[in-house]
């Protein structure tokens, strides 16, 4: 036994991460998500088993998500970089916001029922999908993106959304430049710079939020150093990073390789998908 549970258990778990961390990088190169719509819902389900009580274990998700997508968003942003897809103006406008967004994301996510999370994940996945699978070209919000106060205010809630999610932005940044009449492409290739804006501060937050939860639940292994720093798994991030890496390269090739529509309504399935789960935990309680 260890933390608890059999060694069968243990290992089962640990080849269950080290998949997730395989498809989280694909995803990050294919979307420009940095793969934490994924690896939320799937650290769920581990930590549901390890013993993590419901109340902190939807922020030790999002923080220890945020802390993985840290080397998968940089993999991809260089790869997307490379192609010339990035585009630059737009990361210069944004960059400040963000980060005062991923603050503020932060101090909530200290504070904030366990509920809230949920449905922030279920409504966002649920809107964006819908946008993306029934999308149509007359559904737009300008010829371009906005200047200004208002495309300030827009990074703002890109990181405080991204952060109370546990992703790298992608989702919110892709359906905005989509809105915007910028192709998806370059939405997803941008939203992979903005990513390592939201990861790197958004995690190191979840460590300052998630910091008195050690002292709260001492009987909870996965929540004590050396396995956690606040709402950090370390053992988490360890199995799943590596993995990550890996396949980052590979989904931006894919991505590349895909026409306009069919990114767009992959897209929109899998958020379907994944905010169904939560949607499902919130209506029975667990």
């Known amino acids: 036994m260890i933390a608890g549970l059999e060694i069968k ?8 991460l080290i998949a997730t961390g395989a498809l989280s990088g694909f995803l990050a190169g294919v979307f420009g998500i940095g793969g934490g719509a994924i690896l939320v819902p799937v650290l769920y389900e581990c930590f549901r088993i390890v013993g993590v ?11 220890t998500s945020l802390a993985i997508i840290i080397p998968t968003s940089l993999r991809s942003f260089q790869a997307h970089y490379r192609r010339g897809a990035v585009d630059m ?9 963000i980060v005062l967004g991923v603050i503020a994301g932060s101090v909530v996510a200290r504070y904030a029922p366990e509920r809230l999370f949920k449905i922030v994940f279920v409504g966002v996945a649920y809107a964006a999908a819908a946008r993306l699978i029934f999308a149509r070209e007359t559904w737009k919000l300008g010829g371009d993106m906005p200047k200004g ?3 300030r205010v827009y990074g703002f809630c890109v990181g405080i959304l991204s952060t109370l999610m546990g992703i790298g932005g992608g989702l919110f940044s892709n359906l905005l430049m989509t809105f915007y009449g910028r192709p998806i492409h370059q939405a997803v290739a941008t939203s ?8 790197i501060p958004g995690a ?8 008195p939860a050690a002292a709260t639940y001492p009987a909870v292994a996965a929540l004590q150093i050396p396995f956690a720093l606040g709402y950090v798994s370390l053992i988490g991030a360890v199995l799943v990073m590596p993995m990550s890496l890996v396949t980052a390269p590979l989904g931006v090739r894919a991505a590349h390789a895909m026409s306009k529509r069919t990114l767009e309504v992959a897209f ?16 029975g309680g667990q």
Request: net charge neutral.
């Open 9 to 16: 258990e243990i290992i089962e778990l640990a080849l269950l």
């Open 53 to 63: 009580p419901l109340e902190v274990r939807m922020p030790l998700c999002i923080g």
């Open 89 to 97: 103006a737009i990361l210069r406008l944004w960059w400040l916001p």
């Open 268 to 283: 929109g399935c899998y958020l379907f998908i994944v905010g169904s789960r939560f949607a499902m935990s919130l209506l």
């Open 149 to 151: 106060l208002l495309m």
């Open 204 to 211: 190191l937050g979840y460590i300052y939020a998630g910091w």
């Open 192 to 199: 992979s710079a903005l990513a390592v804006l939201i990861s």
